[in-house]
């Protein structure tokens, strides 16, 4: 059976540095476009980053380009998010996910885990 578990969330303060990491099991990364999006109370889904299927490239939101980096070990199918210089903007439940696109990872995500609150405050 296929999941995925997120950990690394926490309270940071504005301008702090945080990493979450996420493990998959049941299938492989490779198989996949994988990244995180998030979700902050009583906003839309929000992409923060993809690895596409296509080119094994990372695309970045615009929200979070040049603060937060994504690093992949496919063979041991985990996936990690560092994030610096965070802002209350970036306070919301961050979710690892798989699907066959970058639009659908955040979309409609095939394997998605149960997300870890990253909160960003004084």
């Known amino acids: 059976q296929e999941h995925m578990v997120e950990s690394g969330g926490g309270l940071v303060q504005p301008g702090g540095s945080l990493r979450l990491s996420c493990a998959g099991s049941?299938?492989?990364?490779?198989?996949?476009?994988i990244g995180w999006f998030r979700q902050a109370p009583g906003k839309t889904r929000e992409a923060v980053v993809c690895i596409s299927s296509d080119d094994r490239l990372a695309y970045y939101g615009d929200a979070v380009k040049d603060r937060f980096s994504i690093w992949v070990d496919a063979a041991k199918n985990s996936l990690s998010l560092h994030m610096k210089d965070l802002k209350a903007d970036d306070t919301a439940v961050y979710y690892c996910?798989?699907?066959?696109?970058?639009?659908?990872?955040?979309?409609?995500?095939?394997?998605w885990g149960q997300g870890t609150q990253v909160t960003v405050s004084t």
């Open positions: 996910a798989a699907a066959q696109t970058c639009t659908l990872v955040t979309a409609k995500p095939t394997f």
């Open positions: 049941g299938f492989r990364f490779d198989d996949y476009s």
